[in-house]
Structures are given as C-alpha cells and as structure tokens.
C-alpha cells in the first residue's frame, strides 16, 4: 500500500449479506478463535491503515514496481479437487452474486474516449505485479504447522489468529514493501485471512500491521482484503479468468469525489486514502469500476493468448481501483507471485498498453445496478462448495 489510513466508523461484525452465511462464520469464528472483528462490509479501499500520521512516510515509501520480474520462492498452494458444478472458495472466494464474481451487465454505461477521466485512465504506464509487491496465497492442510498471526492494528483489532500454514510460507517480496500474505486453511472451512505488513515466519508465527477475516461465501470482501482480484496462477494455468481484477492507479490520476475520505465513493467502496481529499490530483474517482466495453471487438486488437485471456476478463467482469500507486506510478493490475516467469503472464504484459487503450470507466455502478445492471455478459459463476 502506498498510504496509511486513518479510520473513524466501528468495524461490523462480517462482510457478506447471508443470514445463513453469517450463522456460519459465527459458529465458525467461535470455534476457532472467538469472536473476531473483522473489517467493515462494502468492499472499500483494502490499503487503509489507522494512524495518519504515518500517510506521507509510506507514500514516500513506495513506488511500485512496473511489473517486477524480481524471482521469488514457489508459494506452497493447493489446488483443491473441486466436486463438479462447483467452486472452491481458495481458488475464488465469494458468492456468486459478489460484483467481484457477477460479471459485467448488459446495461453497463461507460465513460467516452475524450472523457477525463478516460484519459487519466489510459494515461499512466501499465503492466502486472507479481514477482514484487504482490499477494502470496498458502493453503494450509491439518498437517501443517499451526502457526500464529498476531495483527497490531488497534483501531480495528483482530484478535491472534491460529491456523495451519505450509511450512516455509514468507510475506510478499521487497522486503520493506506492503509484504502481504493471504491464507486459507482446511481445517477452517469458509474463512479467508488477509494480512498487511507482516514479518516473521511459520516457526515463530507472524505479526502484521493491518489485517481482516473474511467470510469467504459472503457477498464482499472486508476493507482490509488485499488479495481480492488477484489473477491466480491455476486461472493462468486454465486459460480463463473469471472475475473482476484489482486496480491500482497513480495518486496524479485518481479523485476522491467529496471533501471526506469515507464520503460519496463509488459502490461499493466505502472509504479512499485517508490522504485523498487533499493530495488526489486525476479524474478517476477512487473506488471507480473500469474495464474494456462489450462494443470493443477484442479479436481486432492483434492481442496474444494471454493478453486476449486478460482483455476477455476485463470485458466481461472488469477491474475496481482498491488503491493507489505515488504520484509517478503506474497503472497496475496484481497475478500471485508464483505466476512470475509464466509465458502467459508476459504475454499479458506485453499486451497491456493494447488493452490499456480500449478500458473506459463504469458509469453506472450500484447496489441497484451491480457492474451496470441487467444480463451478466460473463458466464454464470459456479455455486461455492456447500459447508
């Protein structure tokens, strides 16, 4: 993340609208490690932190990397054997009528070319986080090691987690940078961990600035999950992304809509950097939903394998802005870092610029409309395992 964030409202309980869902994660959360407050529901800006002072010193801090084709250790993940007409929550979290899994409607309204802000989007260099500055994913089994995660965010606490991890799991490469880390474990169904700043290792547990529980079969990810629209090494190895992608965007590009951080974003996010109100110079309001129009024929654009997979999934499900680069940054989008050195990710950034110059900004996007309303242009996302 580039900036701190300070927060103001009481955290809820849970992220997700199902009542049979919340009784769930309640029973589950109790079991496993009492009650947790996790982050406020509405899908906002995952990179906010609680002290503001610390605003300037993190964005001072990072630039990130254009696509870093820094190599990395292998992320130990699991690729579950799904039952068929079915899907995971480890390989894609969330229900299926989540915006993050409902595809882009058939009544979507977009931004013009010469408009603003569709200039400011397509302005910025563009390409992949991987290597560097990315979200690792581990999924543990019950005969991992138990490891302990202790968060010391105070003005959204969440209590020392317990779960299984894969021995040798690390936080994401630089060392210094956002050194995310997002877990699953088997043994507690349902729940998604997500994890900012985190140092240590699996022999003597790791500690994190800022961090959520998630209700993995709920409708939206908590504010603090930076793992959400993350492009997954088995969608690289399938040839087929089916969701909407994290968007990050130059602070020189973005604007926050209202005078107050939390106010008047686009749905559903509910807060920007804390910082946005006064250092927010573009035209892109923060929280926007961007992606490539259905009336773009993407077969014309001369993509590659890969980059037609990324164009695909930018028309059909989009990309939501979850945070800011500094002011010289880029346009980026996020893959985990074991897809680093995949043939299909360089194909996806050799195609960015391609793609980069087609995507527009999402007109409507609302609690009425989701991804702009009427028929799902994406195919119908698969129902999650049943508990």
């Known amino acids: 993340m580039t900036s701190a964030k300070a927060q103001s409202e009481a955290p809820l309980i849970l992220s997700g609208k199902n009542l049979l869902d919340r009784r769930k994660f309640l029973s589950m959360l109790t079991a496993a490690a009492g009650s947790v407050a996790v982050a406020a529901c509405g899908g906002g800006s995952s990179d906010s932190a609680a002290d503001p002072s610390a605003v300037?010193?993190?964005?001072?801090?990072?630039?990130?990397?254009?696509?870093?084709?820094?190599?990395?250790?292998?992320?130990?993940?699991?690729?579950?054997?799904?039952?068929?007409?079915?899907?995971?929550?480890?390989?894609?979290?969330?229900?299926?009528?989540?915006?993050?899994?409902?595809?882009?409607?058939?009544?979507?309204?977009?931004?013009?070319?010469?408009?603003?802000?569709?200039?400011?989007?397509?302005?910025?260099?563009?390409?992949?986080?991987?290597?560097?500055w990315s979200m690792p994913f581990y999924v543990g089994k019950a005969t991992d090691p138990l490891v302990t995660i202790i968060c010391t965010d105070t003005s959204f606490p969440v209590p020392p987690q317990t779960l299984h991890v894969p021995a040798g799991a690390t936080p994401a490469l630089p060392a210094g940078g956002d050194c995310h880390m997002t877990f699953f474990d088997e043994t507690q169904p349902g729940l998604m961990w997500s994890y900012w700043g985190c140092s240590g290792d699996t022999q003597s547990g790791f500690t994190a600035g800022l961090g959520t529980v998630d209700n993995a079969y709920g409708d939206q990810p908590g504010e603090y999950n930076f793992a959400i629209g993350t492009i997954r090494q088995w969608e690289l190895d399938a040839g087929s992304i089916n969701h909407m992608l994290r968007?990050?965007?130059?602070?020189?590009?973005?604007?926050?809509?209202?005078?107050?951080?939390?106010?008047?974003?686009p749905w559903p996010t509910t807060r920007e950097d804390y910082f946005g109100p006064t250092e927010y110079t573009g035209n892109v309001i923060y929280g926007s939903t961007c992606g490539i129009p259905a009336s773009v024929n993407l077969a014309t654009l001369g993509l590659t394998k890969g980059g037609l997979i990324l164009a695909t999934a930018l028309q059909q499900y989009g990309a939501m802005i979850r945070d800011t680069d500094g002011p010289d940054g880029p346009l980026n989008l996020y893959a985990q870092p074991s897809a680093e050195g995949s043939t299909v990710l360089a194909q996806m950034r050799q195609d960015m610029p391609k793609i980069q110059a087609v995507m527009c900004v999402l007109r409507n996007q609302s609690a009425s409309t989701v991804n702009g309303g009427g028929q799902s242009i994406a195919p119908a996302a698969l129902p999650l395992t049943p508990l």
């Open 247 to 265: 968007l990050v965007l130059p602070t020189t590009r973005v604007k926050s809509p209202t005078s107050v951080w939390n106010q008047g974003l």
């Open 56 to 132: 300037a010193a993190a964005q001072r801090q990072r630039q990130r990397g254009a696509g870093s084709t820094t190599p990395t250790p292998t992320t130990t993940t699991t690729t579950p054997r799904t039952p068929t007409g079915y899907r995971v929550p480890t390989q894609q979290p969330f229900s299926s009528a989540s915006p993050w899994n409902a595809g882009i409607g058939t009544n979507a309204q977009w931004s013009g070319p010469n408009d603003p802000d569709t200039l400011d989007l397509r302005a910025p260099a563009a390409s992949i986080n991987s290597g560097e």
